[in-house]
């Protein structure tokens, strides 16, 4: 994949070219709008409308919003802002078994927090498709009177059968050819609770013979005797998506319905629909158009909604938030930023074509978007004493001495953090080695590093226990080697460690991250994505960190030196008991 140039301007794309030219040709004057989404009836005195273009991000609220989606918000949300339009947040629930207010509430805090609102000039554009069931059904009653739909009452089944397939065409229902009234008799029952689900569907008369089989009778309404989250029990019948999707854009005035790929064969049926329901005075005219775009796949990455919930109802992650999960609530406890998610976005760009973006493209994009903004500060993660022996000739009588570093290398106004040097202090295991492998520059008996902001230091040996594991390290510190002094070059050294002192230092938590799956299409060909579940996606390590970063509030985001960006968790983290989740390691290590 080629990452555009992230300085430039906003790289055009096929999206932005239509909607720039339907606002040069003029194709979309004429729209009125009457404040509220509206039927032809209500639309018919209304004012032109003053949103140049409308959008809109329609997530059914049956789970939490993914990367993926977050895709579509920015595309959504980022033309309308870019066009002088309004994007709309569409609770697009129609199926009532699997939606949720907890979902709702979810949908809403992860529009908010990428940066975008749905409330344009004062007025709020949330709406719920459920709210147009009445307007919905109307519709319904209008195609059947016209003779354009049909209640179907053979099995579900017998349906199959005889909607033929790819190479063959369908065959007629013995229903397709009874009169209006009867049809129309038998919706109203169904709206009554009067037949059993399963038993008979509302279907669109057009063509049983279409090469297009969206478009062999697609079924339109179907009986469900289930509560909704918002209606209740007030419906037992309920419109299918491919008729209520096109019938919410049209009374929402959207002008540019953009969808996923897979939509494209549904097309043909959403301008069937809606020039159908124009022509019998339900809907206004002009009417919104739908456009594909390739939806987002990342790797190691699954983004379905379902398979997500399956790994939070079955506990193989802790939750919606889990920091391993592709959510975006997981992504931000994980510490992604919303500006971090926002320039992977602009990067991978919007085409028709399906790809596969690396993992590697996300992680670069957050890189990007912290390195000028994260506090730096110094974390051990796998402590190892050390002991400097000469300590007392260099320290004298206080056995401590101030340090600091500076908040941010390239932005000194951020001020410097404090901390103290003594005599002990912790250092990474891994900088030490009893055996130096060819190139190791750091701590070995008889070599010389520099603790960064600090002293050159000579390794002297250690202390082991019984199987020969080193228990301490001891050192020489070289007086007059202190960072910031003329004699700091006198030294030369290969190597400079990171620690932090024993004195000051603050015991934390860290969650070290890894995938949440060994495999980079965990899911592709639908295949059985729990098998390839990474057993060590999560390690907790127990160190130290420097005092200044206990004090972060939960969900800052730092630069541990060396090791790479980390965040104070949001729910957990406090300064007395600090937890830091590692968002990504550093591009390159050591
Ligand atoms: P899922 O299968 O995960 O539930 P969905 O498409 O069914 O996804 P919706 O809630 O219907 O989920 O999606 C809301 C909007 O987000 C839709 O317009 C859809 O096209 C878009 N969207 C969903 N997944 C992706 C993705 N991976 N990449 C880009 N856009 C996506
Ligand atoms: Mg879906």
Request: hydrophobic share 40%; net charge negative; glycine share 8%.
């Amino acid at each position: 994949m080629q990452v555009p140039d992230p300085t430039a301007t906003k790289p055009s794309n096929f999206l932005r070219q239509i909607i720039e030219s339907d606002l040069a040709s003029g194709s979309l004057d004429g729209r009125r709008y009457a404040g509220v989404p509206g039927d032809a009836r209500q639309l018919a005195d209304a004012p032109p409308d003053a949103a140049r273009i409308r959008t809109r991000f329609p997530p059914e609220p049956n789970g939490y919003l993914h990367i993926g989606h977050a895709k579509s918000i920015c595309l959504n949300f980022g033309l309308a802002r870019d066009y002088g339009g309004v994007c709309h947040l569409r609770l697009d629930d129609t199926n009532p078994e699997k939606e949720d207010e907890e979902y709702v509430q979810a949908i809403r805090d992860a529009v908010r927090w990428l940066g975008f609102d749905w409330v344009a000039a004062g007025v709020s554009h949330e709406y719920f498709a459920s709210d147009y069931f009445d307007i919905m059904y109307r519709a319904a009653c209008a195609l059947i009177e016209a003779g354009l739909a049909y209640v179907d009452e053979q099995s579900a089944d017998a349906m199959r059968r005889n909607r033929g397939t790819l190479t063959e065409p369908g065959v007629d229902s013995p229903w397709r050819a009874r009169p209006a009234a009867e049809s129309m008799q038998r919706f109203a029952e169904m709206r009554e609770g009067r037949h059993a689900e399963g038993s008979m569907v509302l279907r669109a008369r057009i063509d049983m013979a279409s090469p297009n089989i969206n478009l062999r009778d697609p079924t339109i309404y179907r009986i469900k005797f289930a509560e909704h989250h918002r209606t209740g029990n007030r419906w037992c019948i309920y419109p299918m998506y491919t008729f209520a999707h096109p019938i919410e854009d049209a009374l929402e005035r959207i002008t540019h319905s953009i969808c996923t790929l897979e939509f494209e064969d549904q097309r043909p049926f959403y301008d069937w629909l809606l020039g159908r329901l124009a022509d019998l005075g339900v809907v206004a005219r002009p009417l919104p158009h739908q456009y594909e775009f390739a939806r987002l796949n990342l790797s190691y990455v699954v983004t379905s909604k379902r398979k997500l919930a399956q790994l939070v109802a079955e506990g193989r992650v802790a939750g919606w938030d889990d920091p391993r999960l592709p959510t975006i609530a997981g992504l931000r406890r994980r510490g992604y930023t919303a500006g971090s998610l926002r320039l992977f976005a602009e990067r991978i760009g919007v085409s028709k074509s399906d790809a596969w973006i690396d993992y590697a493209t996300l992680e670069g994009a957050l890189r990007d978007d912290l390195d000028p903004r994260a506090a730096r500060a110094m974390a051990v993660l796998d402590p190892l004493k050390l002991v400097l022996v000469n300590w007392d000739e260099v320290a004298g009588a206080s056995g401590l001495e101030d340090c600091s570093a500076p908040v941010h290398p390239h932005q000194p106004e951020r001020g410097r953090r404090q901390f103290k040097l003594g005599r002990e202090l912790w250092i990474e295991r891994s900088d030490y080695a009893e055996q130096p492998p060819k190139g190791f520059f750091r701590l070995f008996p008889g070599n010389r590093v520099r603790l960064k902001y600090g002293y050159v230091v000579e390794c002297v040996g250690a202390r082991h226990d019984a199987d020969g594991t080193p228990l301490e390290v001891h050192a020489r510190v070289l007086p007059d080697t202190r960072s910031g002094t003329p004699g700091a070059d006198a030294v030369k050294v290969k190597g400079v460690i990171t620690w932090v002192g024993a004195a000051d230092a603050v015991a934390a938590e860290f969650r070290l991250y890894d995938r949440l799956f060994v495999d980079a299409q965990p899911d592709a060909g639908g295949r059985d994505f729990l098998a390839s579940l990474n057993p060590h996606s999560l390690r907790v390590a127990r160190g130290w960190i420097e005092p200044d970063a206990t004090r972060a509030e939960p969900g800052t985001s730092f630069q541990f030196e060396r090791h790479g960006y980390f965040v104070a968790d949001a729910s957990d983290h406090t300064a007395a008991a600090p937890v830091f989740n590692r968002t990504t390691a550093l591009r390159s290590a050591v």
